[in-house]
């Protein structure tokens, strides 16, 4: 990595649109505890909120300046310790996970000085341990990883942690991980006639679910998730049998969204979203400033993951362009569930605001992802003519 060059080359532009959206976040979060039309007792329970988010953003932008300056090579060096450090963690949220009194466990307490304790939800953790530990994974082994013994073993080293996610569970949590990987996968060289039968195997498979949703008992789904989890799709599905608790927050969200207009009802003005600080910061941003603030909320979004893709497309290595193409899969995953849960497109899943939702976790991983995406960006030669060749990716689909 050529230092000199670091303050001329850094993209700045990309470092405080992520910071300004962790800025926003905040404000966002602020305003959806504190706004006048919120009822009092909402007031008094997440009082805390705003000022652990506030430090959150802080302590986050100090790690995205970090590992931006740490040279990715070092990290993905450590990839199996990774891999299974992030099984440790997720295997421990199963036997000493926090719980939250709905049989969810999927925190962590970890004390800390000053501060108390905070809690790490280590599912988060294994979306940046998966992008970190596949780039390295299909760059060591990038001839081999398309045979099939090679692909299966690529595929049972994928469906540990995500099965580990969903037993917390956390079905939320478990498709950005995967999306995350298949992302990799993808980028990495994977073989277009292995993703066709793969899709050959999975379209009869999401027909029988789809078919079995459409019951008015399922004989499949109500058996593979939890009763508070087929409730969110049942209420998704047939909205005039649901139980009103069951679809209040969707219908709060749709009511903030339209009443927004073009340019919204104005900051602190939020009569419709209760508790919105986490999966539906969304639709507290779209009543206040309308569709004009959500439009251009978007497209900081939109910006952020096409520097990414920029990156990814600049770098000198397979390591990089995998790590900047899997972060840019998970924010335009993330992004597309969020809004499609806040204008009712999907059905309520939880899933978190890139940057903008409540969640030390959650912040602390999105910021380490673009410090290392940040890293990948910064300028590099090849240590030689070989292994510029080495790291194209193979054109045999």
Known sequence: ????????????????????????????????????SVPGWIQVRDAG?????????????????????????????????????MVLLLLAVLFIGADDHTGVARWIWIPMPFIGRLS???????KIFMTVFLAKFLDVHREQFNKPLWLALVLILIALPVG????????????????????????????????LVGIGVLAP??????????RNVPLIATHLLNDWQWRRIESFLRPEYANPDAIRQTQGSL????????????FMNNPYVILGHNDFIFSVTASQFGFVGSAVLLGVVAFVIARCIMIAFKAVDVEGKLIASGVAGMLIFETFFHVGVATDLLPNTGMPFPFLSYGGSMIWVHMIAMGMVLNVGLPRTPKSMF??????FSDDN
């Open 205 to 214: 498979i999401i027909a029988v679910i789809w078919f079995d949703l459409q």
């Open 164 to 195: 580990l996610v969903i037993l917390q569970p956390s079905l939320s949590a478990s498709m950005v991980v995967l999306s995350v990987c298949l992302t990799v996968l993808f980028i990495g060289g994977l073989y277009y006639r292995t993703i």
């Open 1 to 36: 990595m050529h230092w000199k060059r670091v303050p001329w080359t850094y993209d700045y532009l990309l470092a405080l649109a992520v910071i300004g959206l962790g800025v926003f976040g905040v404000v966002m979060i602020h305003s959806s505890v504190f706004a006048d």
């Open 387 to 392: 292994d510029q060749q080495q790291s194209g």
């Open 120 to 126: 790490m939800q280590p599912s988060e953790f294994a």
């Open 49 to 85: 909120l705003w000022p652990r988010q506030r430090f959150f953003i802080i302590s986050g932008s100090l790690l995205m300046i970090a590992f931006s300056l740490i040279d990715y090579h070092y990290i993905t060096r450590f990839y199996l310790y990774i891999y299974g450090f």
């Open 255 to 266: 009511y903030a969204i339209g009443t927004g207009g073009l340019t919204g009802r104005g």
